[in-house]
């Protein structure tokens, strides 16, 4: 009897050992293996041709080809076109002369402004709104790294937007958050452009006040400065807020009555020839106030250390504070600001 007992205890125990491997191989063969991010562009070259001809001869096919966690803006062929770049131009290109080499590296840094690390869903993108991508900010010609190119994301309507869309260097996200083993892919309608930092400026909604100031008649000579930034003189932008400018304007505001070659010193007051970035996410020094030289002649503001706050020249003293920080240009960065720095 007691043989007999061990002999249907193990019975029993293969019993349970077979289901169990027979529901767990059933499970495999449920799951469904997603593509890659640049088997997703190769599976439909109707769209995507050019893209992955892109990749490939950048070698960026190889990166999101690889398991990881990327976000990729997906330009569509027909966005390739409209900016002049076909599959018969890049696949001329040869690495071996120098000046292929150096279109070949240039296209490289427009394609990493695509991507930005771990895969994102749209819902994400819109809370956060600045994003950095993979591109990079280039202090010198020949630079192949630098502080990473930002990214802005709004929904002002029905559309949603990065960095102000076509019209502003930017696009529209024709469709979302198409899930790839790699991360998440975003069709858009156009290849994005290095921003600049007008372009930065005209992307964020809560700037409108400022880029109307600067792209008035009267002060052409700042937007002049601010488009004959580079990479290489770089311009930083302390940029107030709408709101910075509702209060200035209003009863008893710093601006009021001001005139416009005033206007002009003190939007040059917010201008700095450097690409400044902050140390930290809650300061700009932690150990010693820094005292930033503007371009408004022989005139200067300090930002306090181990915080976000600028003193100006106002009396009493009203700091301004830092509310978004390091968006980073092609030609310079910009920090956001909730006051109008007063200089005059």
Do not use: W
Not at 109 to 117: E, S, T, Y
Not at 257 to 284: M, P, W
Not at 318 to 329: C, D, S, T
């Amino acid at each position: 009897m007691k043989f007999k007992n061990q002999i249907l205890y193990f019975v029993s125990i293969l019993t349970v050992a077979l289901m169990t491997f027979s529901c767990s191989n059933d499970d495999t063969k449920d799951v469904v293996k997603l593509p890659s991010i640049v088997d997703i562009a190769k599976a439909d070259p109707a769209n995507f041709s050019i893209l992955v001809d892109a990749l490939k001869k950048t070698g960026l096919d190889i990166t999101l080809g690889n398991p990881g966690s990327y976000t990729v803006f997906a330009p569509t062929n027909a966005a390739f076109t409209t900016a002049g770049i076909t599959s018969a131009s890049i696949n001329a290109l040869n690495p071996l002369v120098p000046a292929d080499a150096t279109v070949i590296a240039n296209l490289k840094l427009v394609l990493q402004n695509h991507v930005i690390g771990v895969g994102t869903r749209t819902s994400d993108l819109l809370a956060v709104g600045y994003y950095k991508t993979f591109g990079y900010y280039k202090a010198t010609a020949a630079a192949t790294s630098g502080a990473n190119l930002s990214i802005f994301f709004n929904k002002p309507a029905t559309d949603i937007l990065i960095n102000g869309g076509a019209a502003n260097g930017g696009a529209k996200i024709t469709t979302a958050d198409i899930d790839a083993s790699n991360g998440v892919v975003h069709v858009i309608d156009a290849v994005l452009a290095l921003p600049t930092i007008v372009n930065q400026i005209a992307a964020n909604p809560s700037l409108t006040s400022l880029l109307g100031l600067v792209k008035s008649p009267a002060q052409a000579t700042v937007l002049a400065t601010l488009n004959a930034a580079t990479g290489t003189a770089p311009v930083s932008v302390f940029a107030p807020t709408n709101d910075a400018f509702a209060t200035a304007l209003g009863t008893g505001g710093y601006l009021v009555g001001k005139t416009d070659a005033d206007i002009t010193k003190i939007l040059n007051y917010h201008l700095e020839k450097s690409n400044r970035v902050a140390a930290s996410t809650t300061a700009f020094s932690a150990t010693a106030d820094i005292t930033v030289t503007t371009l408004f002649p022989t005139y200067t503001f300090v930002i306090t250390k181990a915080t976000l706050k600028i003193v100006d020249k106002s009396a009493p003293a009203v700091n301004a504070n830092v509310k978004v920080l390091n968006i980073q240009g092609s030609n310079g960065s910009i920090q956001i600001t909730d006051k109008v720095l007063q200089s005059l």
